[in-house]
């Protein structure tokens, strides 16, 4: 994300919790790289787990300063549901 985007936090977490559109939350670890903030540890497994693709377009909502809702679309701008599977359960998130 540009670094201008982070002018909305207050301060920059070290991690955010993504939570997809069935309510299954994962933990990434945030990193500043090539003046933007990136999404580091834990981004390609999720990614990797909800089948994200070139072409997909991929959104983020920050509904708290530490949580970040992301909804995907397939490359026909069908929105993906992802269930949480057992697969999952090792890298999730813990509430």
Same mark, same amino acid.
């Given at each position: 994300?540009?670094?201008?985007?982070?002018?909305?936090?207050?301060?920059?977490?070290?991690? @955010?919790?993504?939570?997809?559109?069935?309510?299954?939350?994962?933990? =990434? +670890?945030? #990193? $500043?790289?090539?003046?933007?903030?990136?999404?580091?540890?834990?981004?390609?497994? @999720?990614?990797?787990?909800?089948?994200?693709?070139?072409?997909?377009? =991929? +959104?983020? #909502? $920050?509904?708290?300063?530490?949580?970040?809702?992301?909804?995907?679309?397939?490359?026909?701008?069908?929105?993906?549901?992802?269930?949480?599977?057992?697969?999952?359960?090792?890298?999730?998130?813990?509430?």
């Amino acid at each position: 994300m540009p670094l201008d985007f982070t002018k909305h936090f207050t301060a920059v977490p070290t991690e @955010f919790k993504l939570r997809n559109n069935t309510g299954c939350s994962w933990r =990434v +670890t945030v #990193k $500043l790289m090539n003046g933007r903030v990136t999404l580091d540890q834990g981004w390609a497994t @999720f990614a990797a787990v909800h089948q994200i693709k070139i072409g997909y377009m =991929v +959104t983020f #909502k $920050l509904p708290t300063p530490d949580t970040l809702k992301v909804i995907i679309f397939d490359d026909d701008g069908i929105e993906v549901v992802n269930k949480c599977g057992k697969h999952e359960k090792v890298f999730a998130a813990r509430d």
